[in-house]
C-alpha cells in the first residue's frame, strides 16, 4: 500500500505560500511543547479497576513535520448517499450466496457471477485484489451498514473505549464507510466466514494499545459467530490477553510490546515509567511467545513520541540505568531490523502471515484542520472534509516510511517472507471525530463530568471510540486474509 504524496517545496515557495506553511510548522510544534506535561500524564497514568493495562500511551514531542497532500478528500457530508454502496452489498451478496448455496437463491448467484468483477482465486471468500491500494479512498457516510456491531452489544469492550456508554451523545463516528478509490472492501464483516479461516489457528495483535484498541474491535467483530459458554477472554495470560473461540479451537490474541523489542515497559500493568529504556537488539524474550502463530500483527509507534531521543542500553549495559540517548529515528530503525530479522529467520511463510499496522495519528490541534476554536479534538463530530492540502497532524512520516521500508524489504531477505504493510495513517488522519475524547476513563475511573467539561486538560485523542475506526482497519485485514487461499497464506511480493 502506498505512500502518501508530497508535495514540491519549490511549487509553494513560487505559489508565495511558504511563510504560511511554516507558520503551520511552528504552531502545531507550539502546540504539542504546550501539551507535552499533559501527555506525559496520559504516559503515566494507569487504571488499578481494568485487567487490561488501561494507561493511555502518550505522545509528545514531535519535531518533524511533512507536508501531507490528501486527495481530493470528496466526503459527502450526513445527507449524502453512499455512492457505491449498492454495487458493494451486491457483490457481497455474490460471495454470501456462494458460501452457502441455497436452493432458491443459486440461479440469481449464477446470474449474478457474470458481471462479477474478478474471479475468487481457488480456497478464497473474498476478491480484494491485492495490487488495490486499500489506502486510497474516501470516508462516506453510511447508517444502513454502519456501525458494523452495536457497542452495548459487544461484551468485551472495556469502559476505554466505549464513548457512548461514557456519556458520548454524538454517534455518527460510527457510521463512515471507507470507500477505496479503486476497488471495494467488503461492506461487512462476516463472522463465521472468518472464524471458520481461523479455524485451529491464532491470530495475534503485537504491539502498544492502538493495537489492543485494534484487538478489541477484532473480538467484538467476531463474537457473532461465537456461541455463549463456549468462549472467553483470559486477561494477561504474561504478555497477552485472549479471547478464546472453543468451537474453533482458535484465539484472538494481543501481546504487549510497546516497543517490539524488550524495554522496561514491558510489564503489561505495571508500564508507567518516567523513562522508556529499550534494547534495540534484543527481541528473543518476547518473540518467543510470536512462534507458530498463523496471523501476526505488529505495530509500534506511539510509545516513541514522548521523546526526541530515544534511550538505549548501551552494549555493555547490564541495567536499565546504563543507557545512551540516540535519535529517535535511528533507534527506530535498529528496532525495525531486529524485527524483520526475527520475521525472516522464525516465520514460516507457508503458514503464517505476517502484517504491520501503520502510524495511528493524533489530533490534538485543530487549527490543523481548520478549527481555531476548537479544543484539542473535543467536539468534532464529523471526519475532516473538503480539505486540499496538507494536515499537519504532527505524524512522523520519516516513522512511517521506515516501517513501510522494513516491511517491504522483509520479502526481499533470504526467506521471501511478505510482510503485508496495512496504510491507515493518512485515512485515519481525517477521523478527528473518532478518539476517544472526554468519554474514556483516567486511573480506571470514566472522567467526572468536572473533567469532561475540561477537554484541554482530559481529552484523550490517541485512541478511538469503539465501534469506529479501527472496525475499519480490521475490515482491510479481513480483506486481505480471505481474498488469500487458506493454504497459501503468505502473499508472493
Ligand atoms: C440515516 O441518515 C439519513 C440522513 O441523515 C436519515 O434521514 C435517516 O433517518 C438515517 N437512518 C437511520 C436508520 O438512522
Ligand atoms: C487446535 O489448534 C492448535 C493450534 O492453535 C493445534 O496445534 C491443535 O492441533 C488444534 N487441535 C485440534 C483438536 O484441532
Ligand atoms: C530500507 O530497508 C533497507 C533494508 O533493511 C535498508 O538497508 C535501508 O537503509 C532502508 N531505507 C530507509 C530509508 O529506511
Not at 524489504?409 to 478518539?435: C, N, Q
Request: net charge positive; aromatic share 10%; with cysteine.
Amino acid at each position: 500500500m502506498g505512500l502518501p504524496g508530497r508535495r514540491n517545496p519549490a511549487s509553494l515557495r513560487r505559489s508565495g505560500r511558504l511563510p504560511v506553511y511554516v507558520a503551520g510548522v511552528f504552531f502545531v510544534a507550539s502546540i504539542l511543547l504546550m501539551f507535552r506535561d499533559e501527555i506525559l500524564y496520559l504516559t503515566t497514568a494507569r487504571s488499578p479497576s481494568l485487567p487490561t493495562a488501561g494507561s493511555s500511551d502518550g505522545a509528545g514531542l514531535i519535531q518533524r513535520r511533512e507536508e501531507l497532500s490528501v486527495n481530493k478528500p470528496v466526503l459527502r457530508g450526513h445527507g449524502g448517499k453512499p455512492e457505491k454502496h449498492h454495487s458493494v452489498t451486491e457483490r457481497h451478496r455474490k460471495v454470501s450466496a456462494k458460501r452457502r448455496p441455497k436452493k432458491k437463491k443459486a440461479t440469481k448467484a449464477a446470474a449474478r457471477k457474470k458481471v462479477m468483477a474478478a474471479p475468487v482465486a481457488a480456497g478464497a471468500e473474498l476478491n480484494v485484489p491485492e495490487t488495490c491500494d486499500l489506502s486510497k479512498g474516501k470516508w462516506v457516510f453510511d447508517n444502513a451498514t454502519y456501525p458494523l456491531y452495536r457497542e452495548e452489544a459487544c461484551e468485551f469492550l472495556t469502559a476505554q473505549v466505549t464513548c457512548m456508554r461514557n456519556g458520548r451523545r454524538d454517534d455518527g463516528y460510527q457510521k463512515w464507510q471507507w470507500q477505496p478509490r479503486d476497488c471495494d472492501l467488503p461492506p461487512a464483516f462476516d463472522a463465521r466466514l472468518f472464524m471458520e479461516r481461523l479455524r485451529g489457528k491464532r491470530l495475534m495483535f503485537v504491539g502498544d494499545s492502538l493495537n489492543r484498541n485494534q484487538w478489541e474491535s477484532m473480538v467484538c467483530l467476531v463474537q457473532p459467530a461465537l456461541s455463549p459458554g463456549k468462549n472467553y477472554v483470559t486477561w494477561w495470560e504474561g504478555q497477552r490477553v485472549v479471547l478464546h473461540a472453543w468451537e474453533y479451537n482458535a484465539t484472538v490474541e494481543f501481546y504487549w510490546a510497546p516497543f517490539l523489542v524488550e524495554s522496561n515497559s514491558d510489564d503489561p500493568k505495571m508500564h508507567s515509567v518516567r523513562d522508556r529504556v529499550i534494547k534495540p537488539e534484543a527481541i528473543a524474550a518476547h518473540a518467543g511467545d510470536w512462534l507458530g502463530v498463523d496471523y501476526l500483527v505488529f505495530n509500534t509507534y506511539i510509545w516513541w513520541m514522548n521523546t526526541l531521543n530515544m534511550k538505549v542500553v548501551r552494549p555493555t549495559g547490564k541495567t536499565w540505568e546504563e543507557y545512551d540517548e540516540v535519535g529517535r529515528i535511528e533507534a527506530y530503525r535498529r528496532v525495525l531490523d531486529t524485527w524483520a530479522t526475527w520475521v525472516n529467520d522464525n516465520v514460516d511463510p507457508a503458514r503464517t502471515s505476517v502484517f504491520f499496522m501503520s502510524v495511528s495519528p493524533l489530533h490534538i490541534s485543530p487549527e490543523a484542520w481548520g478549527n481555531p476554536g476548537g479544543v484539542r479534538c473535543a467536539k468534532e463530530t464529523a471526519p475532516v472534509q473538503n480539505w486540499h492540502g496538507p494536515l499537519w497532524l504532527g505524524t512522523d512520516w520519516d516513522m512511517f516510511r521506515a516501517a513501510a521500508n522494513a516491511s517491504r524489504a522483509v520479502g526481499r531477505r533470504r526467506r521471501r517472507v511478505p510482510v503485508t504493510f496495512v496504510d491507515v495513517t493518512a485515512m485515519s488522519e481525517l477521523r478527528k471525530d473518532a478518539h476517544t475524547s472526554v468519554h474514556t476513563i483516567r486511573q480506571g475511573r470514566v472522567l467526572t463530568p468536572e473533567q469532561q467539561a475540561d477537554p484541554a486538560t482530559y481529552a484523550d485523542c490517541i485512541h478511538w471510540c469503539l465501534p469506529g475506526v479501527p472496525d475499519v482497519w480490521n475490515l482491510m485485514l479481513y480483506a486481505r486474509i480471505l481474498s488469500r487461499p487458506a493454504a497459501a497464506t503468505g502473499r508472493v511480493v
